[in-house]
């Protein structure tokens, strides 16, 4: 169980163009996902916390109007990143919150490599 | 700032037990211990986590000291698929609950 998906896994894109990244929950309902960044040989950084039919909260630093996110429903968030440049290339990694009290666990995706030319 | 430390890397023989240390001295009550690994171009794989007794799954076994201050996460019996970066983070409950991700331990399992 606890299984996270995310599309596309990787993507080439143009300078200037927008890229969206879906992140499904696929056997739990998941009110709070997250989406991170990864540069090579560095570890994970938190972009944002995506609530179910609220507003993402963005770290700092973070450019909420390039980086949108929405989460419509209890499985799905999305993360556009728009008007990509090549310093916007990285793994995007989402992952889902599951279970409540001492189970509670985050559960990641597989990630997406983009590749901005 | 990570609330943990790691050994940057570890080298463990195949079939032998790999014993991965972490340090979190200042763990609060409500504070829990939780393992990830990462596979080299993968997301972060969830194996354990714990508040203050022992824990075992299929996967491993979570070895948290009396004070909590650090814990070891133990695979009785490393394959070479269990070369990775293993995380330890500690997340309280309550809340914004985020993760905090430090740099690991690069576990390399030889043949």
Same mark, same amino acid.
């Given at each position: 169980?606890?299984?996270?998906?995310?599309?596309?896994?990787?993507?080439?894109?143009?300078?200037?163009?927008?890229?969206?990244?879906?992140?499904?929950?696929?056997?739990?309902?998941?009110?709070?996902?997250?989406?991170?960044?990864?540069?090579?040989?560095?570890?994970?950084?938190?972009?944002?916390?995506?609530?179910?039919?609220?507003?993402?909260?963005?770290?700092?630093?973070?450019?909420?109007?390039?980086?949108?996110?929405?989460?419509?429903?209890? *499985?799905?968030? *999305?993360? *556009?990143?728009?008007?990509?440049?090549?310093?916007?290339?990285?793994?995007?990694?989402?992952?889902?919150?599951? &279970?409540? &009290?001492?189970?509670?666990?985050?559960?990641?995706?597989? &990630?997406?490599?983009?590749?901005?030319? | 700032?990570?609330?943990?430390?790691? /050994?940057?890397?570890?080298?463990? !023989?195949?079939?032998? !037990?790999?014993?991965?240390?972490?340090?979190?001295?200042?763990? +609060?009550?409500?504070?829990?211990? $939780? @393992? $990830?690994?990462? %596979?080299? +171009?993968?997301?972060?794989? $969830?194996?354990?986590?714990?508040?203050?007794?022992?824990?075992?799954?299929?996967?491993?076994? #979570?070895?948290?000291?009396?004070?909590?201050? +650090? +814990?070891? #996460?133990?695979?009785?019996?490393?394959? #070479?698929?269990?070369?990775?970066? $293993?995380?330890?983070?500690?997340? /309280?409950?309550?809340?914004?609950?985020?993760? %905090? @991700?430090?740099?690991?331990?690069?576990?390399?399992?030889?043949?």
């Amino acid at each position: 169980g606890a299984v996270v998906s995310q599309h596309p896994s990787w993507v080439i894109c143009k300078s200037g163009t927008s890229v969206k990244i879906e992140c499904r929950s696929l056997d739990f309902q998941a009110t709070t996902m997250f989406w991170y960044r990864q540069f090579p040989k560095q570890s994970l950084m938190l972009m944002a916390t995506s609530n179910e039919g609220s507003k993402a909260t963005y770290e700092q630093g973070v450019e909420k109007d390039k980086f949108l996110i929405n989460h419509a429903s209890l *499985t799905l968030s *999305t993360l *556009t990143v728009t008007s990509a440049h090549p310093e916007d290339s990285s793994f995007y990694i989402c992952s889902a919150r599951a &279970g409540q &009290g001492i189970r509670e666990t985050q559960y990641f995706g597989p &990630g997406t490599r983009l590749l901005v030319l | 700032d990570a609330k943990t430390t790691q /050994p940057p890397s570890m080298d463990c !023989a195949e079939g032998r !037990a790999a014993n991965l240390p972490c340090n979190h001295s200042t763990i +609060s009550g409500n504070e829990y211990v $939780y @393992w $990830y690994r990462q %596979i080299h +171009s993968q997301g972060p794989q $969830y194996i354990i986590h714990g508040l203050k007794n022992n824990e075992t799954n299929e996967m491993a076994s #979570l070895i948290i000291t009396e004070d909590r201050k +650090s +814990s070891t #996460l133990i695979l009785p019996h490393a394959t #070479l698929r269990d070369t990775a970066v $293993y995380y330890c983070i500690v997340i /309280p409950r309550g809340g914004d609950r985020k993760l %905090i @991700w430090g740099l690991g331990t690069s576990l390399a399992v030889n043949p």
